[in-house]
C-alpha cells in the first residue's frame, strides 16, 4: 500500500532582494508607515508558516521590528 501525501500549502516565496529591502526599511522610523501593513498582512498569511526554517530566520528582524513598532500586532495575533 501506498501512501501519498499532498502538500496542499506551498511556502510563501519573496524574493531575497526584497526581503532585504524590506529589511532596511524597518531601520528607518519614517518608512513604517509604508511597511506596517503589508508585513502584518504577510504574517497573517498560512504560507508565511510554511517555509524552511533557514527562510524564516531572514523573517525575524522583520517581525521583530512590527511587533516592537506597533504594540497591538501581538495582541490581535493571539486574538486570530
Do not use: G, Y
Not at 506551498?10 to 532585504?20: K, N
Not at 508607515?33 to 530566520?57: G, I, M, Q
Amino acid at each position: 500500500m501506498k501512501i501519498i501525501v499532498h502538500r496542499l500549502n506551498r511556502p510563501l516565496d519573496i524574493d531575497d532582494v526584497i526581503l532585504a529591502v524590506l529589511q532596511e526599511m524597518t531601520k528607518i522610523q519614517a518608512a513604517l508607515k509604508a511597511w506596517r501593513t503589508p508585513v502584518a498582512d504577510l504574517f497573517n498569511d498560512n504560507r508565511f508558516f510554511n517555509s524552511l526554517p533557514d527562510e524564516a530566520e531572514s523573517w525575524k528582524p522583520v517581525i521583530k521590528s512590527l511587533f516592537d513598532s506597533d504594540k497591538t500586532a501581538f495582541p490581535e495575533l493571539l486574538c486570530e
